[in-house]
């Protein structure tokens, strides 16, 4: 098969839960990044386009009825581009790469944008719909926002834990303290803040139109560990989890193009990385934390490299316990993880956080020239994600 390669990456600045991005719609958002992102290969014909992927989690208010399509119509790109809205959760956004990597590869597509929009302060909260008309009884309204909702009674109780607490059994489990999540957690916003200041994101980020926000919302550049040890638990009295050492609710898009090795003069560009490995993993529901380390395990052998080769990896941080879990399991060396901040400080936005990794992972491999780097999400329900790049001019 033909090799698929990334040739462009492009996210909106992200948001703050009902901070400054709360007032715009997702399917705006994802229109920015589309926009964005396409503007980076402007010799490109949009009509050339063979497929655009989106990643979105929640689709239960205004980005419901296929948010990538209503992204393409509302960019001004040619009716005839058509697009899919996919759905893994949290890894939506990279699942929509994975997939529109597929499609190139196969020779189906030749070039495909991928990417992934969420507003989390915008999801709505959803009643059921009554078994017959006129109940008498009341019913709640549930957010939709985040975690588990409506859920199936015959689902087992231990499966459908809160998200927070199943990382308390991950941190208890594998014995990750609350000190070392706290440390992990401040060196993101560290690292996150200084990446702003070095102008590292300055070709990754595109602004949003009529919004005042220069970078992602979240960062916090003064937090230490010891700010952080004075938070509160959030799920356990005697827990280890709380709001500092956890990605925050978030609101934004993330976009990336695709495309065959013949497709670089119609893009007008050379590619940044080749997609050289996909995987993905499932296990017990509350473990979803854990499951980047098996669908990590299985990209590195289908791009047939080992962790020895990686010079960079991009893990999104849905929790410190988790993310140190997986770097634990790995065996691999910190220093090499998030160097430009992760999701503790920039943010994570569910269906968003894929197309950012991904991108962040390609810019980090071209700016400290390493040839070989993993992009890996964990997913609610069970799952993980993960891609391989190579970076094709180290």
Not at 64 to 75: F, I, K, P, S
Not at 174 to 191: I, T
Not at 357 to 381: D, M, S
Request: with cysteine.
């Amino acid at each position: 098969m033909d090799p698929a390669f990334l040739y462009a990456a492009a996210r909106t600045p992200f948001g703050r839960y009902g901070g400054a991005l709360a007032g715009v719609r997702p399917d705006d958002l994802a229109v920015t990044a589309l926009r964005g992102v396409l503007a980076k290969v402007p010799a490109l014909d949009p009509a050339r386009i063979d497929e655009v992927v989106w990643g979105d989690a929640n689709g239960a208010g205004e980005d419901n009825r296929n948010v990538g399509r209503m992204a393409v119509l509302l960019a001004g790109l040619p009716v005839t581009v058509p697009a899919t809205t996919v759905n893994r959760l949290c890894g939506s956004g990279l699942d929509a790469a994975m997939i529109g990597s597929r499609a190139v590869e196969s020779g189906d597509a030749g070039v495909v944008v991928a990417g992934g929009v969420e507003s989390m302060s915008r999801a709505p909260w959803v009643l059921p719909k009554p078994g017959r008309a006129f109940p008498a009884g009341d019913m709640t309204a549930v957010s939709s926002t985040l975690g588990w909702r409506l859920v199936n009674p015959r689902m087992p109780q231990e499966w459908t834990v809160s998200l927070g607490e199943a990382n308390e059994q991950l941190a208890e489990r594998f014995s990750v303290p609350r000190e070392r999540q706290d440390v992990f957690a401040a060196r993101s916003h560290g690292l996150a803040a200084a990446a702003w200041d070095a102008g590292f994101y300055d070709d990754l980020v595109v602004p949003v139109e009529d919004v005042d926000l220069p970078r992602d919302e979240g960062i916090r550049p003064a937090t230490t560990p010891q700010v952080l040890a004075g938070l509160k638990p959030a799920f356990r009295p005697d827990g280890t989890i709380t709001a500092g050492n956890a990605s925050p609710l978030s609101d934004g898009a993330s976009a990336v193009v695709l495309g065959s090795a013949a497709a670089a003069d119609e893009l007008g560009a050379t590619p940044l990385a080749r997609i050289a490995g996909r995987g993905a993993s499932a296990l017990e529901p509350q473990m979803f934390g854990y499951a980047p380390v098996e669908a990590a395990e299985k990209a590195l052998r289908r791009a047939g490299i080992g962790w020895d080769d990686v010079g960079a990896v991009e893990l999104n941080e849905a929790f410190a316990a988790q993310s140190l879990v997986c770097l634990d399991a790995w065996k691999i060396d910190p220093e090499i993880v998030n160097t430009r901040g992760g999701a503790i400080a920039v943010g994570h936005p569910l269906g968003a956080s894929g197309g950012r990794i991904l991108g962040t992972l390609a810019h980090v491999l071209r700016e400290r020239r390493q040839r070989w780097g993993v992009a890996a999400i964990c997913i609610g329900v069970g799952q993980g994600l993960a891609v391989v790049l190579e970076n094709v001019n180290a």
